[in-house]
């Protein structure tokens, strides 16, 4: 069975332009998140996702594979379905782009769960700690089945109890594993769907398409560099770490 890793990598981000070639430690952005897919996922079976020349020529500079594709994709998602007509695979591992810090041991599990399930959408999740962390809109929430499979995923705060309190809840963790049926499946809607469009959160897509997806739970979560002010989080993590 074919699986390879895909990596979103967009130039013109809203909230930070330019985001994927921000130096951290002497190193872009994407580098280290190539790094650490490549830890989990054979090399030459990795692939940056991009529609900008400059993440183009980086990468290649680097030694790392690209698709170029299109300026007009909807999510990173989009992107990835985009690129599989160009890269044939059974199986599509999507690594977000901008999370430098993510463990490779959770890219491996999924990679994992999803050869136990391979015609089933397969997504992370961790446990949410904090109630900051549980209050804050840029986190999606997930709500699951007894057998962990996705019922919800929200930017509120859920589930909460009738007192709005914080009790448990698991946070969305963003490495994914597509079948490729149900990826062509996702790229050829051509538009969000209500719910996704509401959200903000593309895994909707497929919950609104009737497709089961089922979330694992991974060891942690890793900082996305949303804001440039994230950068300085990721910087402290790693030389706290060193």
Not at 128 to 144: A, G, Q
Not at 203 to 231: C, Q, T, Y
Request: proline share 6%.
């Amino acid at each position: 069975m074919k699986i390879v890793g895909m990596i979103p990598a967009r130039y013109e981000s809203s909230r930070f332009p330019g985001k994927p070639l921000v130096q951290i430690n002497g190193k872009t952005l994407i580098k280290r998140v190539w790094e650490k897919a490549r830890q989990a996922i054979n090399e030459e079976d990795i692939y940056v996702l991009t529609d900008d020349q400059r993440i183009e020529e980086h990468c290649s500079k680097e030694g790392i594979k690209t698709v170029m594709t299109s300026t007009s994709c909807l999510t990173g998602t989009d992107r990835v379905y985009e690129a599989s007509r160009k890269v044939t695979a059974d199986i599509y591992i999507n690594i977000q782009g901008d999370e430098p810090l993510i463990e490779p041991r959770d890219i491996q599990k999924v990679v994992e769960v999803s050869l136990m399930y391979p015609d089933t959408i397969i997504n992370a999740m961790c446990p949410i700690l904090t109630p900051e962390d549980f209050t804050n809109s840029s986190i999606p929430k997930v709500v699951t089945s007894q057998s962990e499979k996705l019922l919800f995923i929200s930017r509120s705060p859920i589930p909460i109890d009738k007192n709005r309190n914080f009790k448990k809840a698991m946070k969305q963790v963003c490495i994914y594993s597509f079948p490729s049926e149900k990826l062509q499946m996702f790229g050829t809607m051509k538009s969000k769907t209500p719910l996704e469009e509401i959200e903000d959160i593309e895994i909707l897509r497929f919950l609104e398409m009737g497709i089961e997806v089922r979330m694992v739970e991974v060891s942690s979560s890793s900082i996305a560099v949303d804001h440039p002010e994230d950068v300085e989080k990721v910087i402290k993590a790693l030389n706290d770490s060193a």
